[in-house]
C-alpha cells in the first residue's frame, strides 16, 4: 500500500444523486467536495462516468461504497477491489470509504449491511479483508462504524474497543457516523455519554481521524451535550444528510459550520 495517509481536508459537503445531477453540472452549488456512491459508478463507460467526470472538474470528490462486505468470512472479492480500483484512479477521490459489516456470503448477496460480532475471530477476518483491500486499491480505507441495534452473546470486546483495534492493526481511518453512534446509545442507554468522553470516535490517539459526521435529526437531551462534544472535536469535515448540518454561508471552512440539535 504505497499511500498511508490521507490529505488533511475541511469543508462541507453533500451526497450526490441523479435528482442533482443538473444543478451541480450548471456549477455554483455551495459546498466544498461531493460525496458519490461507488457502485453507482463502477461501469467501463456511460452517461454516469461522464456526468462524474464534468462534476469532478468543478468539486473535489469522496467515494463511499455499500458493498465491500469487509467482514466476509469468504473474503473480499478481487474483481470488485480491481473494479473499485479503476475508478479511484479516475477520480482521484478525497478518500475512499465503506462500512465495518458483512453484506452476504457464498454467493448470497443480502443487499443489506449486516452486523458483525466483536471477538478476535472477527477482528482477524477483517483486518485480513482490509489489509488486501488496501494494497490492491494501494491507498487507505475509511470505514464506518456500523448502525447497529443488537448485541451478540458472544462479544469479546465493545464496539469502540474493536475500532480502535481494528485502525491500529491495519492504518485505516474511522468514518463517523454520530448518528450511528446516538442510535445506539439509544439501545444501550449511557453508552452514548461514555463514548463521547473517552476516545475512538473523537480522534483520540488510539484512532485515526474521523473524516465525516453524520448527525440525527432529532437528539434526546439527556445526549445532547455529549453530541456536541463529539462533534467539535472532530476533524473539520462534514457531510450534510436530510438538512441536519447547516451552514451559514459557503462552508469555506470549519468555523462557518453550524451544527443544529434541535
Known sequence: MPATSIAS???????LRPPHYQEFLGGGVAVDFVEVISENFMVKGGRPLNVLAAIRDQYPVAMHGVS???GSADGVKLDYL???KALADRVQPLWVSDHLCWTGVEGFNSHDLLPLPYTEEAMRIVCANLLLAQDVLERPLL???PSTYMTFADDEMSE?????EMCRRTGCYLLLDVNNIYRWSEL???MFHHRGRHGAFAGSRDCRSPARVLAPRRVDPRHRESLK???RRLSPCLLADNG???TSGRAASHRSLRVSFA
Open 244 to 246: 441536519q448540518i447547516t
Open 68 to 70: 465491500m462486505s469487509i
Open 9 to 15: 481536508f475541511a469543508g462541507f459537503g453533500l451526497g
Open 160 to 164: 469502540w474497543a474493536f475500532l480502535s
Open 188 to 190: 444501550r442507554g449511557d
Open 229 to 231: 462534544n463529539i462533534v
Open 82 to 84: 480491481r473494479r473499485l
Open 143 to 145: 470505514l464506518e462504524n
